[in-house]
């Protein structure tokens, strides 16, 4: 971790090779912390070191997000808090069609970071966030003692301006119709696997990647190609099960998802069989379920692979009926249906 | 801290007397805390359960602001973490003229933290945000173990209509003029003071309370009197001391504070005195500068007295002038000057 920026690396990260607890104090560590490191990083915005950064928005229907990111640990294959942290909240505002414009940083620090891995994080940052085109403007750090923290939390809160068209239904639960087809944008369970595998240590033969990436490319040509989209949502903590569950009873519809549909890495499979893990509930960071008209399957799937990686095949995994109100039923190969459940507890715990 | 809320205690809190982490894993039981907890008392809001909340927006010109807010203790005499949430992020809108008008709302909670302790805290900050009129429209839920936390932290994020004439100088440090009036709106020290109080179980004969207050009425006060405000800026870390060293770089000018016109409380004094600390460092939760032309200052305390609570005294404490260029001179009472710096270490962590 530590051969990538020796020479770019900031003043601070070589004047203090720790985060102290003055770096959050509103003195002078803390402005040399965000005047050499977080603004030639990430600009000075239209922020700077105001307390609040001024926009002019391109229209007046606007999303809100926010997320804060907890993932332990800090890196893992496929990226780390910081990527997660933009593309989590970008993802967020794509799923109600909004183009993402404008993000906060909130870094919650702990006392004795090493100051190395805050800049790691940093400059993940703002590359995740020059990848999609989103403008870091605003940001805040608070530092907290030892051992109250787990080094790095951070919270991104986003703003985007909502694309789509103002005369169709808005991209939600409630737009949802009977025969809509349920597509997913690749195949499920690598972003828990992947940290999973490095909290446990384990080897799982080959190392699974995490799926993490910014899915509003995938959204905005779904837009622009003419699909009506009537609901999109990522398939983060709790997984497609989960995010399937709480959709059907926002629609009061019944889902139906053929489980020979849902695609799973094989090392997925294999983790998933050594953990005791249903890949069905293993958070994603990449992945997301559209609610389209069936008529319209053929152009969505042709959209979503053109913005997929070549690994990645999406796939229309289920649809829309009237019954069971609410709930969500799992075909299986050999045609048995039974009920697929919101995860009751904790399967993986801090995985974003 | 138990008696109020037994009433309307909702189910999560008679249910799960403790956070689980559970309650952050994206399935039923946090779908249950937001459902029976968050959405009851926040409200819908635009947001429901999607990802992000759609706004439609009264204007162009926008203001976005974040902050994490760690304080410890979680309660302390005139507020709570929660009270401090809503009012530091609603006040970084204020000092750049916006109204609040939207905030995000972001969790993180410690594995074990008493659920009627949340309870509590969701409803001060229900309470805080009814007082200024923001509506909180979309929020987040993490919980992390036990030992990795301290309690509750929040992020809240700002959305606000910059108000400010837009044929007028931007309210920034860069228009800070020479001649300018320093005017605070109160005596400074009351809110470090009152969690050291707490946090050092120190008596200091009578209880100080947090001076936390939205600061919203006063800055559109101003505004709509026709005050040409050339800059605000709250007091927070640092305290009145390191917000002057800001402003002064920025706008790289000489400030002149008065040591006789800083109002400090009486029991603040002591308390500084016992503790050996600076109530010019000490950070304050409901006072802000304000810069603005030496001939409005009659109208400007007029406005500001008439906002304040009774015991609150607004003041002129200083003037504007060319040297020494981005520094803060303070004159004693016996006419003395000494530079005021800005703060180096942490005099007081995790106050807000």
Redesign the interface.
Known sequence: MSQTFSLNCPLPVQRYPQV???H????????QLIEEMFLPVFGGGA????????????G???????????VSPLFFPGGNIGTLAINGTV???A??G?RPL?L?????LEEGLPMETLWQVVQAMQQAAQDVGVKI????T????R????GI?I?T????L?VAAPERP?I??ASIQVGDAIVINGDVGRHGIAIMGVREGLGFGTTIVSDCAPLWSSVQGLLEAGVEVHCL??L????LA?TLN?LAQ?ADLGFVVEETQVGVLEQVRGACEILGLDPLYI?NEGRFAAFIPAHQVDRALEVLQAHNPPDTVPQVVGWVQEAPQGQVVLRSQVGTDRLLE?????????IC
């Open positions: 102290l607890l003055a959050g104090g509103g003195g002078r560590l803390m402005h922020g700077g070191l105001q307390d609040a950064a001024t926009l002019v928005l391109p007046q229907r606007m999303a809100l997000t926010t997320d804060s990111y907890v993802n967020d505002l799923m109600v909004a404008y906060s940083v909130g870094f919650i403007v605003t940001g805040d608070k530092v907290v003692d051992g109250k923290g787990d939390y919270n809160t986003g703003v985007g909502v808005p939600a639960p949502r990522d983060t903590r709790g997984g989960s709480e926002a958070a919101m995860i009751t507890g904790e399967q993986l715990p801090r």
